[in-house]
T-cell receptor
Framework: AQRVTQPEKLLSVFKGAPVELKCNYS??????LFWYVQYSRQRLQLLLR??SRESIKGFTADLNKGETSFHLKKPFAQEEDSAMYYC??????????FGAGTILRVKS | GAGVSQSPSNKVTEKGKDVELRCDPI?????LYWYRQSLGQGLEFLIY????????KSGLPSDRFSAERTGGSVSTLTIQRTQQEDSAVYLC??????????????FGPGTRLLVL
């Protein structure tokens, strides 16, 4: 079965520190991966998708097929980055398979 | 433009009662999805509608759960004889789908269901 693993339930960093949210996946085909974010009292929203190769709000994520990883990174965390982050894999049939999520807390 | 909307935003019901949850997708989106977000299980896929094709019901946890989509737009998720373990946030999402190849799913605010 396809799986998405986010090993950290909570990641706490100081403002200005680098951030890396880990995501590993298992998938038999060519994966399409996403990062979704949910800020406090807001709906789940797309942060970025690997095929776009964009940087959104300073975040980037590179697909590493050898390590089956899609870690989310930002060089300098900001307080407004505090949120729940979900890594997701698009399964055959357009279903998103989500990881358990990581809460990012950025302290001042 | 308007995003995905869901109603009600909160629903409290008694065990054994039936509930209906509604989703209005983004206008023009042909694909519609239901997910469930619960403490123990995280975010789980429930069901997927694409145009006029038969829905993918592979994520529905039991036969108490059903969903329909009328006229290719609004969808209703029905849970019959609710149980306490059905308590969760039910999320609806839509995507352009079809020949556009755009797979990004846009989520609604969710319906928080509490079964007493």
């Amino acid at each position: 079965a396809q799986r998405v693993t986010q090993p950290e339930k909570l990641l706490s960093v100081f403002k200005g520190a680098p951030v890396e949210l880990k995501c590993n996946y298992s998938y038999s085909g060519s994966p399409e991966l996403f990062w979704y974010v949910q800020y406090s009292r807001q709906r789940l929203q797309l942060l970025l998708r690997h095929i776009s190769r964009e940087s959104i709000k300073g975040f980037t994520a590179d697909l590493n097929k050898g390590e089956t990883s899609f870690h989310l990174k930002k060089p300098f965390a900001q307080e407004e980055d505090s949120a729940m982050y979900y890594c997701a894999l698009l399964e055959y049939g357009n279903k998103l398979v989500f990881g358990a999520g990581t809460i990012l807390r950025v302290k001042s | 433009g308007a995003g995905v909307s869901q109603s009600p935003s909160n629903k409290v019901t008694e065990k054994g009662k039936d509930v209906e949850l509604r989703c209005d997708p983004i206008s023009g989106h042909t694909a519609l999805y239901w997910y469930r977000q619960s403490l123990g299980q995280g975010l789980e896929f429930l069901i997927y509608f694409q145009g006029n094709s038969a829905p993918d019901k592979s994520g529905l946890p039991s036969d108490r759960f059903s969903a329909e989509r009328t006229g290719g737009s609004v969808s209703t998720l029905t849970i019959q004889r609710t149980q306490q373990e059905d308590s969760a946030v039910y999320l609806c999402a839509s995507s352009p789908g079809g020949a556009s190849g755009e797979e990004t799913q846009y989520f609604g605010p969710g319906t928080r269901l509490l079964v007493l």
